[in-house]
Structure formats: structure tokens, C-alpha cells
């Protein structure tokens, strides 16, 4: 980065311990323990800005997350599935969870994404969208004719034909298709599927400015630094390399 302010830690070598649940039950060696043990006068763990991504802003909006966090296929991915869902004249509240829906998975974790991302959004949002966001993970294995939503083929290449999801997604699932904002959910799995380059132009999150305007309450400290249930959350991607 070419701004003038420092870097944290300056003078020592700062080492990155990855995150426990990336690494927990896989072949990769223990780094925990072997990055640790060359802490000494030179080198130190890393806490605070990592040099190594974009500065974020003093109070970073969502929009910030967008450009300066989120890895580029889930960004794509989410961009195009709300401008899809603009395009067919859905509703603020739609668009807005399309855009959303995957958010964890783009700069903070996978597993179980619809139930952090809804928990993630929940203080700014609108609480159907939050709800949306929440059911749409259990809502994709669930197939509903009627609506013309099928299990995804993408599904069976990624988790095998003979995958079954667990009995809490499919009591989930079960509860969301009587939930009066069912469809609300349901069009979130709709519009959540790779469309690749076929748009005319390639979409940006400041196409959504308007829409995030009227359906995002930004907070003032800047997303990570309001207090809200979540902030944690939000400063967890802000530095995601911290140790502690
Ligand atoms: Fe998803
Ligand atoms: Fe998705």
C-alpha cells in the first residue's frame, strides 16, 4: 500500500497463525504450534492491519467489505444474482438478500453460511431479509416443483449423488416452506446459481448504492466499531489475521 500511515508491529517479523476451524481435521501440519515457537524479540504474532490486504476505511460501510474483503467469485457471484433479481423487478427486500445471502463465504467462513450470514446482518436489515438469508442454506437442498426450483446439479458434483443432507436442514427447510416469507427465501435459491459472463456489463456493488441506502442502515462508527451483536463479526473480516 502507498498511504503514508504505518503498519502495526513495525520493526519485527509478524507471523499469521491460520484460524483453527480452517485447519482442524486436515492434513496440514500443525502451523499453530511451529509458527509460535519463533516468537522471540524479532518476531511477533500478528495483531492489527495486515499490509498484505487493502487498508480498510476508519468506518468501513458494506459497500467496503465488497471491494477490499471479499474474494472475487463469491463477490461476482453475489453481484450478479442481485442484479438478476433487480433486472426481473423483484423487490428491495429480494434484491437486497440476494446480495447478501453468501456474504460469509466471501471473507469470513463456509460452513453453515445462511446461519452466520443471517446472524452477521441481522442488526442492519430488515428482519425478512435477515430471515431469507438465514433459510435459503436449507432451502437449496429442498426442492420445490411447484415454484420450479429443482436440487441443484451442481450438488450432486460437489457433495456426490448420494449426498443427504442433515436432519436439522431438513426440519429447517420443512419449517421455512410453511413460513408466510417463504418466497422471499425461496427466490434467494432461485437467483443463487453461477451465471458466468453472460451479463452485458459487469456489475458492481455501487450499482446497489441506492438500494443499500434505502435498506441498510450503515451505522455511523462504521460497520465493526457500532457495538451492534455483531460487530465482532465484521472486525473479525477486517482482520482476519489477527491471533486474538
Ligand atoms: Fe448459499
Ligand atoms: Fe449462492
Redesign the pocket.
Known amino acids: 500500500m502507498n498511504d503514508n500511515k504505518t503498519w502495526p508491529q513495525a520493526g519485527r517479523e509478524r507471523l499469521i497463525v491460520p484460524q483453527p476451524v480452517g485447519t482442524v481435521g486436515t492434513d496440514l501440519p500443525d502451523y499453530r504450534a511451529e509458527i509460535m515457537a519463533k516468537v522471540d524479540e524479532k518476531h511477533v504474532l500478528m495483531m492489527g492491519d495486515n499490509p498484505a490486504l487493502p487498508r480498510m476505511p476508519d468506518k468501513p460501510r458494506l459497500q467496503d467489505f465488497f471491494n477490499l474483503r471479499m474474494n472475487p467469485s463469491t463477490r461476482k457471484h453475489l453481484l450478479e444474482s442481485a442484479r438478476r433479481a433487480m433486472d426481473d423487478g423483484r423487490e428491495d427486500k429480494v434484491v437486497l438478500a440476494c446480495l447478501l ?2 456474504i460469509t ?1 466471501a471473507c469470513l467462513i463456509r460452513t453453515d ?2 446461519y452466520w450470514a443471517a446472524q452477521l446482518i441481522a442488526p442492519y436489515v430488515d428482519a425478512e431479509v435477515a430471515w431469507a438469508v438465514k433459510y ?2 436449507a432451502l ?1 437442498y429442498t426442492p420445490d416443483p411447484a415454484v420450479g426450483y429443482e436440487y441443484p446439479e451442481l450438488y450432486r458434483e460437489l457433495f456426490g449423488a448420494d449426498y443427504e443432507p442433515p436432519a436439522y436442514i431438513k426440519k429447517d427447510a420443512e419449517y421455512a416452506m410453511q413460513h408466510e416469507w417463504y418466497m422471499t427465501s425461496r427466490l434467494v435459491t432461485i437467483y ?1 446459481i453461477y451465471f458466468f459472463d453472460d451479463l452485458d456489463k459487469p456489475v458492481a456493488i455501487e450499482d446497489f448504492d441506492d438500494l443499500i441506502a434505502r435498506n441498510f442502515r450503515q451505522p455511523e462508527a462504521g460497520l465493526g466499531y457500532d457495538d451492534s451483536p455483531t460487530a465482532h463479526m465484521w472486525r473479525t473480516m477486517i482482520w482476519p489475521n489477527n491471533f486474538l
Open positions: 445471502h453468501d463465504n453460511h445462511g435459503h442454506q437449496r443463487d
